[in-house]
């Protein structure tokens, strides 16, 4: 990860693309702080326009006058918040300088969103986390592998009612870290932590496994498994159930049967959602685009593939909501939905995903509610589910089950990939029961959660431009522009379904921060 860069009150995080006032990100365009990080980096040096221009608008022709703009926005941001003017110096024909306090840099080993260290409670019945197993194989190829077996074994444990799993998202975290299994349990919240290993080779693999008591540190089991890979799916079985074994050993043989679930016929098809989920995860266009051709490479092996339905229609939803609410993607997504839903009625993830494309793209939130609760039914410690459902009950204008959905969510993996959705929500909450500052903090969250995502800065420009601090709301809103140039607010509204007082009071906010109706 690049190194962060401290000065003054300031820092910016590079790879992230965002200044922070202390632990507050500032709403500054992304190539405003390019240019910042590039001064800062030469602190006390001169910085040519042309390097200048090349950091921030890299291969295009552009007059100068677009780099003045962005360098008196970087000047007005830091001299508005600290008080002090004297930050950058113009040099006359040559360039810029940056001339103020001192910068430092540090190296953080844990992702690039910032959380503040916690101990959480334990949960008052049995709590585990799956952390990510070590690829001994050799072959750099096989993690997708070994992270599809934890994925499977988390998706097994959490379907036990009474046992509390964190989502792989949170878990995942500590991937190729030396982890502290103590630390891991109070940082996670949880009692017991299980790690293992996957050495595949051929047509040959071994799983070990560890379940470690947090608390004291002490193993409660450890096991080996080598088995063809021919027999991955019993095998994720088995070493699911030994794992509910080992937590509570006079666990009915009923409870144990749960945890087996149908399994794709095809190991090809299985493969390919594996491969396709991080691009799925991304939310972003162009992956989501990627991630489309190997989904529906696994539906054609695999035509009833609840799973690789449910991704593909969440590859729609992205499409239809971030490149031109085009009809064929809303169409599409509706349509993968409903065979998510149709042959996935034992898979938690696939009811998930098929019940937000239900819901938001097809505007139907009974039949995306009722898939939504019986993948709670299936998989209690589903994060997700929360998480996505919260999100419909903020547009939908149900403000206080939408706080308290995506809290449920955050509680269930307080790490999650998808936090900055969890904390959408909480902003639409707020916002919607004229709680302008709770929306505020909940915007910026998600701003730093996902600082690629437009909706973020949406809400944080409304948040804004109720409490009155217009120019902030404004600096928010063509961050908006910036990575949605086609955004308008009504289109939005109309895409979602929102609710018409949301969208009446969401709207007069937008248009006070200058975002086009």
Known sequence: MAAILEFGPFRIDPEAGILFHGA???????????????????????????????????????????????????????????????????????????????????????????????????????????????????????????????????????????????????????????????????????????????????????????????????????????????????????VTMSVVGAIAPSLRRAEINRVKRKRPDSLDAYDLVLRAQPDVDSGMPEHVTRALVLLERSIALEPDYALAHGNAAMCHHCLFLRAGLQEINRAASIRHARSAIAHGQDDALALTLAGFSIGMDGHDRYAAFTALEAAVVISPSSALTYILGSVMLGWGGDADRAIEWSEQGMRLSPFDSWAFAAFDAQALGHFHRGRYEEACRAAYRSVQANPRHSITYVQLAAALAKLGRLQEARAAAARVIELHPTFRYSRQFSGVNCAPALASSLGDALCAAGLPE
Request: charged residues 25%; hydrophobic residues 40%; contains cysteine.
């Open 24 to 238: 507050e990100p500032i709403p500054l365009g992304q190539r405003a702080v390019l240019l910042l990080a590039l001064l800062v980096r030469r602190a006390g040096s001169p910085v040519s326009k042309d390097a200048l221009i090349d950091a921030a608008w890299p291969a295009q022709a552009i007059e100068d006058s677009n780099l003045t703009v962005q360098i008196a926005a970087v000047r007005r941001t830091l001299a508005d918040i600290s008080g002090e003017a004297d930050w950058i110096e113009t040099l006359p024909r040559r360039g810029y300088r940056y001339v103020g306090p001192a910068v430092t840099t540090s190296n953080p080993d844990c992702g690039s969103i910032a959380f503040e260290a916690q101990t959480l409670t334990l949960p008052d019945r049995p709590s585990i986390a799956v952390l990510p197993f070590a690829n001994l194989s050799g072959d750099t190829e096989q993690d997708y592998f070994a992270d599809g077996m934890v994925d499977d074994i988390i998706t097994g444990l959490a379907r036990i009612n009474w046992l509390f799993v964190i989502a792989r998202n949170s878990t995942f975290t500590y991937k190729g870290r030396a982890v502290d299994v103590k630390k891991v349990g109070r940082e996670l919240g949880v009692r017991y932590v299980l790690e293992g290993s996957v050495r595949k080779i051929g047509t040959t693999v071994r799983i070990t496994g560890q379940l470690i008591d947090a608390s004291t540190g002490t193993h409660v089991w450890a096991d080996r498994y080598d088995r063809r890979f021919a027999d991955i799916f019993a095998l994720q079985d088995e």
